[in-house]
């Protein structure tokens, strides 16, 4: 059974950064593009960041394009997510998943697993 444990989240001031972490156990993580997403209250969840399973492709949101980096530690079975310049309206909870299919996809419902997610609040 494939599990994802996200960590790295927390309070952070606006123009600070984050480093977001995402472990994959019981399953092969190189068999896998994976991605990060976030929801904030009230809002769908929505495509943040993803990267293929060589790490060699990366795709963003407009919205995190440039302050954001997604990669990958196929070693140690782990994804990350770099966030600086971070703004208010990036304060949610990021979720990590993983997708066993070769094509990209921003479909939340295309992806097989999803981690319990980490909460990111940023102060203005």
């Known amino acids: 059974q494939v599990q994802l444990v996200e960590s790295g989240g927390g309070l952070v001031q606006a123009g600070g950064s984050l480093r977001l972490s995402c472990i994959l156990s019981?399953?092969?993580?190189?068999?896998?593009?994976m991605g990060w997403f976030r929801q904030a209250p009230g809002k769908e969840r929505e495509f943040v960041a993803r990267?293929?399973?060589?790490?060699?492709?990366?795709y963003y949101a407009d919205s995190v394009k440039g302050r954001f980096t997604i990669s990958r530690d196929n070693a140690k079975n782990t994804v990350y997510l770099q966030m600086n310049s971070l703004k208010p309206e990036d304060a949610a909870v990021y979720y990590c998943?993983?997708?066993?299919?070769?094509?990209?996809?921003?479909?939340?419902?295309?992806?097989?697993?999803w981690g319990q997610g980490t909460q990111v609040t940023v102060s203005s």
């Open positions: 990267i293929s399973w060589s790490g060699d492709s990366t």
């Open positions: 019981g399953g092969t993580f190189r068999n896998y593009a």
């Open positions: 998943a993983a997708d066993s299919s070769v094509f990209v996809t921003r479909d939340t419902r295309r992806y097989d697993y």
